[in-house]
């Protein structure tokens, strides 16, 4: 009813009725953020997407959690013109589509709503847009923004090539063992290249730091069981977070139509 093959929930293939029946004991859903951006010469445009799916949906399996159809566009004007493909929207637009889908959300009976992020310039836009939400929408509400990488031991799984101080990872070792190990059908190694390492001050527009659009080294040496270790590590991680959330009460519950009177409660001695 309503699930692949594989048991991940996906909220698009329900009918209304089947939905409303399964939202009286599921009122979570995982909200995906990818992007639609040039990923050098030997990865496709949808690595960002292919790699946050790829762990909210061994989430969905684990957990249960809806997951709602993916965001594949996201905040990508670093990748600037030079590279064709690239399809951004201003963070602005992105915040407002959050503000969106999540009342439509919140009509249908969820009330858990986890933002799971898959590229690192959609960070401003997620925040903002989540603590909108969490303003406008009322408080019985619970949302929060995470990137699939935020754990600091998925953080050094994905950097263990990075020599200190190298702020620009693109298309390199870890996202071309993503894919390798989910869509390898869409990779070409044969045209995978190896950029030198940069480091700067100023930000700068990826085509002002790399001719190919990979940043990073070791892009060469990416194998699918490297990228099996992460995303199923990081899957490990996001479902335990998952699982506390699905259990986790409001700590004091609020009416923000009502008069705010906050109490003060002097220490205790």
């Known amino acids: 009813m309503g699930q692949t ?3 991940v929930v996906l909220w698009e293939e329900f009918t209304w009725p089947d939905l409303a029946e399964r939202l009286q004991e ?3 859903v995982i909200w995906c953020f990818g992007t639609t951006e040039q990923h050098g010469p030997h990865l496709p445009l949808s690595v960002d997407t ?3 799916m790829e762990v909210a949906s061994r989430v969905s399996k684990r957990t249960g959690v809806f997951l709602i159809p993916p965001m594949t566009y996201g905040c990508s004007q670093m990748h600037g013109r030079a590279f064709p493909g690239t399809l951004s ?3 602005q637009t992105l915040i407002k589509c959050i503000e969106d889908i999540c009342e439509w959300l919140y009509n249908s009976g969820v009330r858990k709503i986890f933002l799971l992020n898959g590229h690192y310039g959609n960070y401003g836009p997620l925040l903002c847009g989540a603590y909108n939400v969490q303003y406008d929408l ?3 509400l619970q949302i929060k923004f995470y990137s699939w990488w935020d754990d600091p031991e998925i953080w050094d799984l994905l950097t263990q090539d990075v020599p200190e ?3 620009y990872i693109h298309a390199n070792w870890a996202e071309t063992a993503g894919v390798l190990a989910t869509r390898p059908d869409l990779v070409k190694m044969d045209k995978a ?3 030198d390492d940069i480091a700067t001050q100023f930000d700068y527009t990826l085509e002002q730091v790399t001719h190919s659009g990979v940043c990073g080294r070791n892009a060469t040496g990416a194998t699918a069981e490297d990228g099996e270790m992460i995303l199923s590590r990081a899957a490990e991680v996001v479902a335990e977070m998952v699982e506390q959330m699905l259990v986790e009460e409001i700590p004091i519950s609020i009416d923000r139509n009502a008069p705010v009177k ?3 409660r002097p220490p205790q001695a």
Do not use: Q
């Open 26 to 28: 599921m009122k979570m």
């Open 138 to 140: 009322p408080a019985d």
């Open 89 to 91: 929207l201003r963070p």
């Open 262 to 264: 906050a109490e003060y």
């Open 193 to 195: 290249v190896n950029e």
């Open 5 to 7: 093959k594989d048991g």
């Open 50 to 52: 292919i790699d946050v």
């Open 165 to 167: 101080g190298k702020k």
